[in-house]
């Protein structure tokens, strides 16, 4: 594993969003949802495709909490550009589950 600095950490913007809505991506090559997060005042609400689909229903994701990488450059993916990255965990049989805080924190806040 390469190391890296604390001022390389402090360089990705870990932040807290709640998803607002989550639709089927149909044009993505893998089953994917295209997801609308708030992320606060400061933030505003950006989009995101994300390969949830093994483990979670739009229904489910709508209104939950998530962390996300929010200062990556959009990336092309399909029809539609992502402007941020939500994280998750491989859970040991091809799904991801997400990275999420145990309890309300204000959207936006930053991982530290």
């Known amino acids: 594993m ?4 604390f001022d390389d950490f402090f360089k990705v913007e870990l932040r807290v969003g709640r998803i607002i809505s989550a639709e089927p991506f149909k044009e993505a090559r893998k089953p994917a949802y295209i ?3 708030d992320f606060g005042a400061e933030l505003g609400i950006k989009k995101s495709s994300a390969q949830l689909t093994d483990l979670y229903s739009p229904e489910e994701l709508t209104g939950s909490l998530v962390v996300a990488v929010v200062n990556f450059p959009g990336k092309q993916i399909g029809p539609i550009i992502s402007e941020c990255l939500v994280t998750g965990f491989p859970d040991g049989q091809g799904g991801v589950a997400l990275c999420v805080p145990d309890r309300d924190v204000p959207l936006g806040s930053k991982l530290f």
């Open 2 to 5: 390469e190391t890296i600095s």
């Open 35 to 37: 997801l609308h997060i």
